[in-house]
């Protein structure tokens, strides 16, 4: 039946990859092409992938952008704000190669971004790569959410300190991609005033709201930019106003450009 798993090879130490398309035959496809490799399960559309993901934690996630119901935009919106699957990989599948829509791709956070028809090996690569990725954040300090996402130590704050920061963290996930994004527009979402905003999150961690927003901007761009070339498309994805001031706020936080980061990395 549609929408349950496909499990040709039943080795448990194989990766789970979840595949939401609404298209039977590209579901088929791809099951085909990648069932040697991974545990294979496909869902129907974006309400159901949400669900899937949910419920199965899988290590890879293939998601067409056009869905009935919830778009692939929105399922990559929804999963990256989940703390069960915020770290799981999601390439995204579309139709159309335009700038805007890899665009689009990335303000939703998407992992990477691939038009179709897509070059199998490279789609294979792309998995390989953030399955590594991934296993590298895992086994590294993944579970302190303020480290990840701020660089700030979890550990030398209280629990309502923690909450307060999280809650921040959960509004920024949502919102860093709008350059419009200022000091009111956080104090609104967290209903209280500017002031107050401005006071507790200068005594939780030094900075200021909007260092902390450029800070949060930063290392997302970090992740993007392992896994895209364009500077200018990851700066306007990240809600920086321009590729030459993003070049320069990465050098001053990470101390080196971007183009060497991604060099080294």
Sequence with gaps: MFGESIIKNKDPELPHLLIIDDSDDVVQFITDLFSDEYICTKAVDGEDGIKKAEEIDPDMILCDVK???????????????????????????SGYNTRENRLEGLRAMADDFLAKPFDYEELRIKMSNLLQLRKEMKQSDTEDFLKIELGLDSDQYTHDERYFLELLVGHL??????????????????????RQLQRRI?????????????????????????????????????????????????????????????KNN
């Design 202 to 262: 200068k005594s939780t961690t030094s900075f200021s709201p909007m260092d902390l927003l450029r800070i949060f901007r930063l290392r997302q761009a970090s992740q993007l930019l392992l896994r895209h070339k364009s500077i200018a498309e990851v700066s306007e994805a990240c809600g920086f106003r321009s590729p030459n001031y993003f070049c320069t706020c990465f050098k001053n936080y990470f101390k080196v450009t971007p183009s060497n980061y991604q």
């Design 173 to 194: 996930l949502s919102n860093y991609s709008h350059k419009e994004l200022d000091v009111k527009h956080l104090a609104d979402n967290m209903s209280i005033s500017v």
């Design 67 to 93: 869905m009935p119901k919830i778009s692939g935009l929105d399922v990559v919106r929804s999963l990256k704000q989940s703390p069960r699957t915020r770290l799981t990989p999601i390439i995204l599948l």
